[in-house]
């Protein structure tokens, strides 16, 4: 079992930043598929940004509407996911989930509140 905890939400204005991040208690961390995804109240949980790899090899991707602001990173020495979020919009205001996958297996964490002001 996984354990995955989420840090870094808050409160903040419209243009402005957050780093989250996702600590997880799994020594082989770096094989890990490693997600964030985020839930806006009333809606559906949507993707929002995968790392594949490590080194050389990683790979990421993201979701449209996040392209450009947000950035995925990793740290496999810290078992610890990042998600850099840049000129953030009231849109982006959602519950936000450090998700974890490999072959068969699938973890979530508890989420973390990012709430954008207007």
Known sequence: QVQ?????????????S??????ASE???SMYVM????QAPGKEREFVARIR???????????????????ISRDNA????????NNLEPEDTA??????NLLDSTFW????QVTVSS
């Open 78 to 85: 810290k078992n610890t996911v990042y998600l850099q979020m």
């Open 53 to 71: 790899g490590s080194g050389s090899g990683t790979t990421t991707d993201y979701a449209d509407s996040v392209k450009g602001r947000f950035t």
């Open 109 to 112: 964490g508890q989420g973390t």
């Open 35 to 38: 997600d964030w995804w985020r």
């Open 18 to 23: 957050l780093r989250l991040s996702c600590a």
């Open 4 to 16: 995955l905890v989420e840090s870094g939400g808050g409160l903040v204005q419209a243009g402005g």
């Open 27 to 29: 020594r082989t961390f």
């Open 95 to 100: 519950v936000y989930y450090c998700h974890a």
